[in-house]
């Protein structure tokens, strides 16, 4: 028997469901069924209690299943289960706008909401495109984005993603150019952001003479690459990218899916890293993951561009937006997470804890196979070597063999990637650091 008959799942339904992201026949070779989590443990099939080292998908910081995040949502079932967002408000999305907008870098206060970070990076890069149209610059269409990068699985993350598998199925999307990423050998087993390679953002002002600047609308990138495997820039890179925006009159805009909102020991990776972005996105973590959820915080000289050209005061100043946009479970889901993250001071537990996950995730440098190790607030990645000639077979085979002694670790291309639950245990991040070791070591003896 398997997890998924042990599950009560038949083989037909196991055939049904068309994974995201998975490996479907892998998976469904030997599947792995989560059927309850709390704080930072996933339940499985098994009744096997199982240490979240990822804190969900990045979305869980605080805890999974938490209560007040329950009652929150089942509260506003079933007072407000739905209003339409169009032309129709309800008290909550503005709430959670002017919340969110008090917590963001002081230019940032307008927010627009959407359901996920895939739509968060469409919005984002559909308003940056927009604005310049506005502004008499309709020229300004090409996105420009970083290799490595990931901005999710719409047209527009496609388009503007760094990541290669992601790519390559789809044929033409948006007319966009890559910086090149800033991993780089001499850096490797780096503490947090690495000494050298600032001058990598130089690369935007090549890129900038190639296409000019009449043409670009926006830079796009994640403050630190998350799911390339926790690519943290090198001091002074994104100051950089921040200036040659400047100079040349083209938006910022930092992706925050992963690290806003506590992740990176701060509210934004903008405030973490020191450099204020025009736009931000966010989303996983502004629910605790309960809710989907993402939006995109802009300034009000762009909200402004729209109004002051909006025409007759009945028309649409931005035709775009979501059913769900802003819908009330997701917004109240919202306002709880935020109340959970204040009361209980997990933003600052993660910058105090910090420095210990770094001295305990680098510990693992010696063991075989580890590469490189990179760590920013309560995010670490690691690198395995190739195996066979394929990258991503060895981190695979590792995060299964955690996965069997009880820790969740996720892989992805050549690398396993952390992201710790908020609230983490020293003794925790003990075992998340020992069973990799010991999973290497089981798996590839001397
Ligand atoms: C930085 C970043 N942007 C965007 C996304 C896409 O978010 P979603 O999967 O909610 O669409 C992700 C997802 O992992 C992400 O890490």
């Known amino acids: 028997m398997n997890q998924a008959e042990r599950a009560g799942l038949t083989q037909r339904q196991l055939d049904s469901y068309w994974m995201p992201y998975t490996g479907n026949r892998e998976f469904k070779s030997d599947p792995r069924i989560i ?28 805890g999974h299943s938490r209560p007040e995040i329950a009652e929150a949502v089942f509260k506003q079932l079933n007072k407000l289960d739905y209003a339409p967002g169009f032309q129709f408000g309800h008290p909550l999305a503005f709430q959670l706008s002017e919340r969110i907008c008090d917590l963001a870098p002081e230019r940032l206060n307008r927010v627009c909401l959407t359901n996920s970070g895939s739509e968060a990076a469409d919005t984002a890069t559909k308003i940056a495109r927009a604005y310049w149209r506005q502004s008499g610059q309709a020229s300004k269409t090409k996105i420009l984005a970083r290799q490595k990068g990931y901005h999710g699985a719409s047209w527009g993350g496609i388009s503007f993603g760094g990541i290669p598998a992601n790519r390559k199925l789809w044929g033409q999307g948006l007319e966009t150019d890559l910086l090149n990423h800033t991993w780089r050998a001499e850096s490797v087993f780096s503490k947090g952001m690495p000494e050298q390679g600032a001058e990598l953002a130089d690369e935007l002002e090549s890129l900038i003479a190639l296409h000019d600047a009449s043409n670009i609308a926006a830079v796009i990138v994640e403050p630190f690459s998350g799911s390339a495997g926790v690519i943290v820039p090198p001091k002074g890179y994104l100051q950089r990218l921040r200036e040659i925006c400047t100079k040349h009159n083209i938006l910022l805009i930092f992706d925050e899916v992963i690290t806003g909102l506590g992740r990176s020991g701060a509210y934004w990776g903008a405030e973490a890293f020191g450099v204020t972005p025009d736009i931000i996105t ?16 802009l300034g009000e000289e762009i909200y402004d561009a729209f109004i002051t050209k909006g025409g007759a005061p009945h028309s649409v100043e931005l035709p775009h937006g979501f059913t769900y946009s802003g819908h009330p479970v997701a917004c109240a889901a919202a306002m709880a997470t935020l109340d959970i993250l204040e009361s209980e001071q997990l933003i600052e537990r993660v910058a105090d804890k910090a420095p210990e996950f770094e001295s305990k995730i680098h510990s693992l440098r010696g063991i075989n196979h580890i590469v490189d190790i990179r760590n920013f607030g309560f995010a670490a990645g690691i690198t395995l070597a190739a195996k066979a000639g394929d990258p991503t077979l060895r981190p695979y085979e590792v995060a299964l063999e955690c996965w069997r002694r009880g820790v969740y670790v996720r892989w992805g291309g050549d690398t396993l990637q952390f992201g710790l639950p908020f609230k983490i245990e020293s003794d925790e991040m003990d075992r998340i650091v020992s069973t990799v070791a010991e999973s290497i070591e089981a798996l590839y003896p001397a």
């Open 35 to 62: 059927t309850a989590a709390s704080g930072n443990y996933l339940t499985d099939a098994d009744g096997r209690q199982i240490l979240d080292s990822l804190s969900g998908l990045w979305t869980c910081g605080a």
């Open 282 to 297: 966010f989303a996983k973590q502004i629910t605790n993951g309960a809710v989907p959820l993402g939006g995109v915080l």
